[in-house]
Structure formats: C-alpha cells, structure tokens
C-alpha cells in the first residue's frame, strides 16, 4: 500500500495531479474518488481524462450514473454513483464488465456508496477542503495497493 498526501491550490493544479496520474495507467485499474459535493472530484476527472489523451469534453456523469470514453490510450469508464438506488444497479450498468477491464480504467466519483462492491485492489482517492487554508486550498489522499506513485 503507497500513501501519498498531496495538496493542491487551484482546480488547475488538482486537474494536473490527475493527469500525471493517469499517464502512469496501466489498464485494469479502478480509480475511487471521494468527497463532499464540489470538492473537485469532477474536475480530477477531467484532468484523469485528458491523461489518457481523451479530447471530447466531459461532462459529470451524475444524471446517467456511466460515460464512457474510448478516444485516449486506454478507454475511461467514468461513474458518479451518486444517484444509485443500490449495489445491484451497478451490475445492471455492467459494473463488473468493466472494472477490471484491461484495455480501460473505471473512475468512480462517490464510490463510498458502493463500498461493498469494490474490487480489493481499488485506488483510492480523497479529496478533502481545509476552510483555514483558503477556498480553493484542496487536500488530496491516495491509496494505492498496486504500486508506488
Ligand atoms: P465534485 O465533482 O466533487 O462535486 P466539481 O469538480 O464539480 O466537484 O467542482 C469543484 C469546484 O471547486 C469547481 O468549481 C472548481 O473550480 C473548484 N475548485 C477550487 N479550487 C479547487 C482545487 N484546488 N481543486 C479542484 N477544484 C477546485
Ligand atoms: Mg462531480
């Protein structure tokens, strides 16, 4: 398990984060992203995105629960999972089919809510605000099983 604490002061620096991130990739894994409402897991998403060289904008998937993205080096399957009545809803989606895939990776905003359903090697990605460290000032934690960062 590597841990590493990293914090950002602007929506550009969180969105770089998860473009290094991304670059380092392999296929096959699963990116959990957790945190109050508009700490900035939608732009950490983007920034996952263009990482992967994905060049069609994305939008928060919160109405549709799944986007998927195939133009970049590896297909991003983006959930928020924010609006999910229950666990199984995730099968319904094809959840399984494609966490884990190899050719993609699946980002999950929100996935505390599908806690149960986690694979045991997820990435996990808090972001958190500090009010005393400025409005924009984000804290960003990640678990990572597979490897160092
Ligand atoms: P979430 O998906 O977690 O609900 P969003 O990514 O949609 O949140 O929104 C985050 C908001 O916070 C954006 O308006 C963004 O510009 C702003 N923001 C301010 N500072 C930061 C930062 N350091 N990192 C990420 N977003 C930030
Ligand atoms: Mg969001």
Not at 39 to 60: D, H, N, R, W, Y
Not at 115 to 124: C, F, Q, S, V
Request: hydrophobic share 40%.
């Amino acid at each position: 398990m590597n841990r590493t604490e990293e914090e950002t002061f602007r929506p550009e620096e969180t969105f770089a984060l998860a473009k290094r991130l991304a670059e380092q990739a392999k296929g096959g894994e699963v990116y959990c992203l957790d945190g109050d409402l508009g700490v900035g897991k939608t732009v950490f998403a983007q920034g996952f995105g263009a990482g992967l060289g994905i060049e069609e904008p994305m939008a928060s998937p919160t109405f549709t629960i799944l986007r998927e993205y195939h133009s970049g080096r590896l297909a991003l399957f983006h959930f928020d999972v924010y609006r999910i009545g229950s666990e199984d809803e995730m099968e319904e989606i094809g959840f399984y089919e494609m966490a884990g895939s190899p050719d993609g990776v699946a980002l999950i905003e929100w996935s505390s809510l599908i806690a149960g359903i986690l694979p045991e090697n997820a990435i996990h990605v808090t972001i958190e605000k500090d009010p005393e460290k400025g409005f924009d000032y984000r804290r960003i934690v990640i678990e990572d099983p597979w490897c160092s960062i």
